[in-house]
């Protein structure tokens, strides 16, 4: 059971706009920054998104990041086959006093 | 451009202790950054494990903390993972990263290892 929570799967057709939500709590999300990973299938996790709504260097700006509240959101626009991964959420937690990760969603490109 | 590479057995016997190391290159380990590891078991999330600074500073998920022993050294450019008592629950791709700590933000990761806790 991961402390951020994210829906499990995902999914849209080319051109389309995906959006993937991560829901936590005042001891992680509400008081700490957010950063997304992505993860093509067996490869490492990849810095997507830091700060919240920061692009990590090289990574397009269809991908964007917003947070409200105890809850974040990535969104993907122009929806592309090499978007097809899983994406997690991640963000200090004061009362584990270290990062957790939410369980990911897998993004299915139809 | 930083290059992190995890070395291990890839077998490990149940009851007994894992031991990996990660080597750093393209950057100094002795930078601001934590340098971190998580893992993942087959088919499932990312789990943090901990990390440590050059300082000597270490932070360990309170889950595995009675476990886990990180270690750094500097001269080798290289940091470890100690996890004793493994169980099959332990199998998993073990990652390294640096570690923007503490704000949860892994910006460079090395290929991952699997590790398989088999008797």
């Known amino acids: 059971q991961s402390v951020l929570t994210q829906p499990p799967s995902a999914s849209g057709t080319p051109g389309q706009r995906v959006t993937m939500s991560c829901s936590g709590s005042?001891?992680?999300?509400?008081?700490?920054?957010v950063n997304w990973y992505q993860q093509l299938p067996g490869t490492a996790p990849k810095l997507l998104i830091y700060?919240?709504?920061e692009r990590a260097s090289g990574v397009a700006d269809r991908f964007s990041g917003s947070k409200s509240g105890t809850s974040a959101s990535l969104a993907i626009s122009g929806l592309q086959s090499e978007d097809e991964a899983d994406y997690y959420c991640a963000a200090w937690d004061d009362s584990l006093n270290g990062p957790v990760f939410g369980g990911g969603t897998k993004l299915t490109v139809l | 451009q930083v290059h992190l590479q995890e070395s291990g057995p890839g077998v490990v016997r149940p009851s007994e202790t894992l031991s990996l190391t990660c080597a750093v290159s393209?950057?100094?380990?002795?930078?601001?950054?934590?340098w971190g590891w998580v893992r993942q078991p087959p088919g499932k999330g990312l789990e943090w494990i901990g990390s440590?600074?050059?300082?000597?500073?270490?932070y360990y998920n309170p889950s595995l903390k009675s476990r886990v022993t990180i270690s750094i050294d500097p001269s080798k450019s290289q940091f470890s993972l100690r996890l004793t008592s493994v169980t099959a629950a332990d199998t998993a791709v073990y990652f390294c990263a640096r570690d923007h700590l503490p704000v949860a933000s892994f910006d460079a990761w090395g290929q991952g290892t699997l590790l398989a806790v088999s008797s």
């Open positions: 005042s001891s992680n999300i509400g008081y700490n920054i």
């Open positions: 700060s919240n709504d």
């Open positions: 393209g950057y100094s380990i002795s930078s601001p950054y934590y």
């Open positions: 440590i600074h050059h300082s000597g500073s270490i």
